[in-house]
């Protein structure tokens, strides 16, 4: 009698067969997969938004700033000829030049023909506060000072308002018009701050001129600029009221 093989042959012969089969299908052996070349990434640089950092070359430098033309100085005010004067005036800060009649009255800075007076009108019944200065011309200096010339004997032709002045520019000459009428001929000359026209008594002079002469009168500089300022803040307005002479 034939002996029969043992049961487990069969599920060990159908393994082998399904892992042949699997091995071979499609009919071909796998493909070796080529290596893959990996780019390295380059991260780009990050330019700042213009809105928080801007750029040197989009800015703009920044324009100087203007700078005025320094004024040209002072000068004496009276020319070619010997002229003496004192410390002091009545009634209000001022200084009587003494000088020959005739002397030129020239302007003492760069600047801008402010108000002039051709006619004397003064009168000694009614001494006008007004009249007393007779023939004059006032010059607004480029440095922002009036300055006042009267009781000259002549305007000298073509000086009318708003016409540009230079230093030493003749303004007109010496005389004794106005309240020194019948005295020795001089300049009355008085600083003041800019007004509108007509305010004679601001006009006339609001410091004492006597250290600035001096100096110009030897060849210096000495600016009137602070003294006027510092007589305008006390004065309190530009139009201060009258109390001298008035």
């Known amino acids: 009698m034939r002996a029969e093989p043992p049961r487990r042959a069969r599920p060990l012969v159908a393994m082998a067969l399904a892992v042949t089969l699997l091995s071979g299908c499609g009919g071909a052996a ?9 780019t390295p990434v380059t991260t780009p640089a990050v330019t700042p938004s213009p809105s928080l950092t801007p750029s040197p070359a989009a800015t ?23 002229a003496s004067f004192g410390h002091g005036h009545h009634g209000y800060p001022a200084t009587d030049i003494f000088a020959p009649a005739g002397c030129r009255f020239v302007a003492p800075a760069d600047g801008v023909v402010d108000e002039i007076t051709t006619t004397d009108r003064w009168r000694p019944g009614t001494n006008k506060g007004a009249d007393r200065g007779g023939r004059s011309v006032s010059v607004v ?21 708003g016409l540009r002045v230079r230093r030493g520019q003749v303004l007109g000459r010496v ?45 210096g500089q000495r600016s009137p600029v602070r003294a006027v300022a510092a007589a305008r803040r006390a004065a309190g307005a530009e139009v201060p009221r009258c109390t001298e002479e008035c």
Do not use: M
């Open 60 to 82: 703009p430098s920044p324009s100087p700033p203007a700078i005025a033309e320094a004024p040209a100085g002072n000068e004496f005010p009276l020319a070619g000829c010997r």
């Open 30 to 38: 796998e493909e070796p997969v080529p290596p893959v070349t990996i």
């Open 141 to 161: 200096g480029d440095d922002g000072v009036r300055y006042y010339g009267s009781h000259l004997r002549s305007v000298e032709p073509g000086v009318r308002p």
């Open 175 to 219: 005389g004794n018009s106005g309240s020194a009428r019948g005295i020795a001929s001089h300049l009355h000359f008085g600083l003041s701050w800019p007004t509108r026209d007509g305010i004679w008594w601001v006009r006339r002079g609001v410091i004492d001129p006597w250290p600035y002469l001096r100096a110009w009168q030897r060849g």
